[in-house]
Antibody, heavy 120, light 106 residues
């Protein structure tokens, strides 16, 4: 079945970097865009950026531009989200989400989420 | 940036009730709106896309309507499994979520 499986929880110190992976299965990875969304405790979902898994083009929310890098490895059907200069406010659950195609181009499949805790 | 505002923030209802949640966009987004259900500790689940299209496998008691700047999600007869938080998402220009509506047991 179609699924996205993310890497496990991370605990990082302020100023460090984190890299979260998202492995896709059950569909052709390169024919769908992949997005990253985060949710801080008790907060709304927040879009961070996306990657065209076919050609590698990316686009980021202005809020995260320069601090987040989204990449993909087509041979492994895996997308990555790396965030640098972490601060306590980056403590959140990070999700990857597939953008559907055709008439349904909302986020149709989500990973299970990766908890990232930033604490000294 | 397009802002999305949901109302109410919290809704108390009983099993069998008809429930309506509203989402307003700060500018027209045509029909580029989706609705999600999220339960604690879980990823969001797509219910409705393009304002009124029901995602495959989602019960028909869920429906969506609206276009432009005002949208609604309706649950025709609330079931025990429906107590959750609901989010709207606009995808007309980049992507923005509403702040969520928590549906609680009355």
């Amino acid at each position: 079945q179609v699924q996205l499986v993310q890497s496990g929880a991370e605990v990082k110190k302020p100023g460090a970097s984190v890299k979260v992976s998202c492995k896709a299965s059950g569909y052709t990875f390169t024919t769908y865009a992949m997005h990253w969304v985060r949710q801080a405790p008790g907060q709304r979902l927040e879009w961070m950026g996306w990657i065209n898994a076919g050609n590698g083009n990316t686009k980021y929310s202005q809020k995260f531009q320069g601090r987040v890098t989204i990449t993909r490895d087509t041979s492994a059907s895996t997308a990555y989200m790396e965030m640098s200069s972490l601060r306590s406010e980056d403590t959140a659950v990070y999700y990857c989400a597939r953008e559907g195609s055709g008439s349904n181009d909302a986020f149709d499949i989500w990973g299970q989420g990766t908890m990232v805790i930033v604490s000294s | 940036d397009i802002q999305m505002t949901q109302s109410p923030s919290t809704l108390s209802a009983s099993v069998g009730d008809r429930v309506t949640i509203t989402c307003r966009a700060s500018q027209s987004i045509s029909s580029w709106l989706a609705w999600y259900q999220q339960k604690p500790g879980k990823a969001p689940k797509l219910l409705i896309y393009k304002a009124s299209s029901l995602e495959s496998g989602v019960p028909s008691r869920f429906s969506g309507s609206g276009s432009g700047t005002e949208f609604t999600l309706t649950i025709s007869s609330l079931q025990p499994d429906d107590f959750a938080t609901y989010y709207c998402l606009q995808y007309n220009t980049y992507w923005t979520f509403g702040q969520g509506t928590k549906v609680e047991i009355k």
